[in-house]
Antibody, heavy 117, light 111 residues
Framework: EVQLVESGGGLVQPGGSLRLACAAS????????MHWVRQAPGKGLVWVSL????????SYADSVKGRFTMSRDNAKNTVYLQMNSLRVEDTAVYYC??????????WGQGTLVTVSS | DVVMTQSPLSLPVTLGQPASISCRSS???????????LSWFQQRPGHSPRRLIY???NRDSGVPDRFSGSGSGTDFTLKISGVEAEDVGVYYC?????????FGGGTKVEI
């Protein structure tokens, strides 16, 4: 069964950094476009970033552009989200998603990021 | 950015009865490859989202056939032919034609 397992969330102070990881089982992330989507407490879904299947292209929401970087390591079947200069408004559950718009969609269980002093 | 507008915000339903959610986009979602990248997601209380429908009308694996999607251009609909108790939750539409990808605000389905 395909599984996506996120890790790396936690409590961080404003201005701090975190790196989220998304480990994939039963498939290689490099075969699919991968995305991060977040959900602030009690709020709706917001797309954050994507990385193309061949890793040549990334794209980001304006709210995180210049602060977040998405990458992948095919040898470890893992995609990452490096989050710098974190703000209180970045507090959310972050979901790793495979193939958000295609035929092979799959969501992880999410990891909570809390930015607070 | 493409704005996705869902209605209603809240949908009281009766078990066994049909239900319908509307989603409208601020511009046509037809991509240059001819596909329309409109998806529907369900989020049950306390759970991760789960996709139900992709490219307007394609059901994901394991999704009951009481769920169906339709529409074109800027106007889309998710229908539940007969609501079951497990269908309670929030439903979101999302467009994947343009970057940034954008979600609708959600429709809460409650018994």
């Amino acid at each position: 069964e395909v599984q996506l397992v996120e890790s790396g969330g936690g409590l961080v102070q404003p201005g701090g950094s975190l790196r989220l990881a998304c480990a994939a089982s039963e498939f290689t992330p490099g075969t699919y476009w991968m995305h991060w989507v977040r959900q602030a407490p009690g709020k709706g879904l917001v797309w954050v970033s994507l990385i193309k299947s061949d890793g040549t292209t990334t794209s980001y929401a304006d709210s995180v552009k210049g602060r977040f970087t998405m990458s992948r390591d095919n040898a470890k079947n893992t995609v990452y989200l490096q989050m710098n200069s974190l703000r209180v408004e970045d507090t959310a559950v972050y979901y790793c998603v495979r193939d958000l718009i295609g035929a092979s969609g799959q969501w992880g269980q999410g990891t909570l990021v809390t930015v607070s002093s | 950015d493409v704005v996705m507008t869902q209605s209603p915000l809240s949908l009281p339903v009766t078990l066994g009865q049909p239900a319908s959610i509307s989603c409208r986009s601020s511009q046509s979602l037809v991509y240059s490859d001819g596909n329309t990248y409109l998806s529907w997601f369900q989020q049950r209380p306390g759970h991760s989202p789960r996709r139900l429908i992709y490219k307007v009308s394609n059901r994901d694996s394991g999704v009951p056939d009481r769920f169906s999607g339709s529409g074109s251009g800027t106007d889309f609909t998710l229908k539940i032919s007969g609501v079951e108790a497990e269908d309670v939750g929030v439903y979101y539409c999302m467009q994947g034609t343009y970057w940034p990808l954008t979600f609708g605000g959600g429709t809460k389905v409650e018994i």
